[in-house]
């Protein structure tokens, strides 16, 4: 029996990131978290200890605080594809790169040129890969926290000894979204497509009615695929955020879906991925991301 190195990757995670760009007295910065990971001919770091093709990962840090400096940050994603094939490209021994970022969102506050306030805690996404002269970019949101009052029900399910859910006709439907999709390529106007993709999950998760989660979540990646054809494909993961109608039988009340306890956990997770029946091979775009 032989013992081998298997695929291997380094690097420096969560690199915390603020810059402030200033016009006269009206400011903007740009929140980021930034994630770093090299790999290529690496079996002398692992078998020997040998370091000599190792970019230490204190350098990489480095690098995204320079390259802050150097060039405005701009959209994320090109920020991470400046920054991954950098490494590549300077580093004989470095043939790939994934560059995943954060960017937390700030708003201005009415009336002040530099002043922010934090409204919520989603973030937009995106993983860079590079793999010699090819790029991979697949973006997103998380912690998108949306919720409908009414539009929404449950039933015809198998009932078993085990089950003790009531069907409905009318619940509240909350989740917090993580939707990651994947370009075609990387000629894109990163901002726009951004913008308007999150709209129209928004507007679908508000129009559709609901039968279920999981048709909430094939809408929403179906409506981005059918408007949007910079995207191969999109992958969904939502916790079903369940509000349970409180019983206030014992207190002589009725309760017409006005009371509601919400549960944070234990919680029904619904996932999946719509993409074009003839979208362009995934390449390495998901290595190393979650499944959705």
Do not use: C
Not at 80 to 92: D, T
Not at 273 to 290: C, K, N
């Amino acid at each position: 029996m032989a013992i081998v190195l298997g695929p291997n990757q380094y690097g420096k995670a969560e690199n915390r990131l603020v810059t402030v760009s200033r016009n006269g007295s009206v400011h903007t910065i740009k929140d980021l978290t930034v994630s770093t990971s090299l790999r290529g001919d690496l079996a002398d770091t692992h078998l020997t200890g040998d370091n000599a093709k190792v970019l230490a990962t204190d350098t990489q840090k480095n690098t995204v605080y320079a390259f802050a400096k150097e060039a405005p940050v701009g959209e994320i994603e090109d920020f991470a594809l400046r920054l991954g094939r950098h490494f590549v490209s300077s580093q004989e021994a470095i043939t790939g790169a994934r560059v995943l970022i954060d960017e937390h969102g700030w708003e201005r506050i009415d009336g002040h040129d530099h002043s922010f306030v934090r409204g919520s805690d989603e973030k937009r996404t995106t993983a860079v890969t590079i793999d010699g002269e090819q790029a991979w970019v697949v973006s997103g949101v998380r912690d998108l926290v949306v919720l409908k009052s009414t539009g929404s029900e449950f039933h015809g399910y198998p009932k078993d000894p085990y089950t003790t859910l009531k069907e409905t006709n009318d619940r509240i439907l909350a989740t917090s979204v993580t939707a990651r999709w994947r370009y075609v390529g990387t000629d894109v106007d990163w901002a726009k497509s951004f913008t308007e993709i999150r709209s129209i999950m928004l507007k679908t998760f508000a129009d559709k009615h609901s039968l279920s989660l999981q048709q909430t979540l094939y809408a929403m990646g179906e409506a981005v695929l059918n408007t949007r054809p910079e995207v191969a494909e999109v992958r969904l993961s939502m916790p079903n955020k369940h509000h349970f109608l409180v019983d206030l039988s014992p207190f002589g009340l009725e309760n017409d879906n006005e009371v509601f306890y919400a549960a944070d956990r234990p919680y029904g997770l619904i996932e999946g991925s719509v993409l074009r029946d003839d979208a362009p091979d995934a390449g390495q775009a998901w290595s190393t991301l979650p499944t959705f």
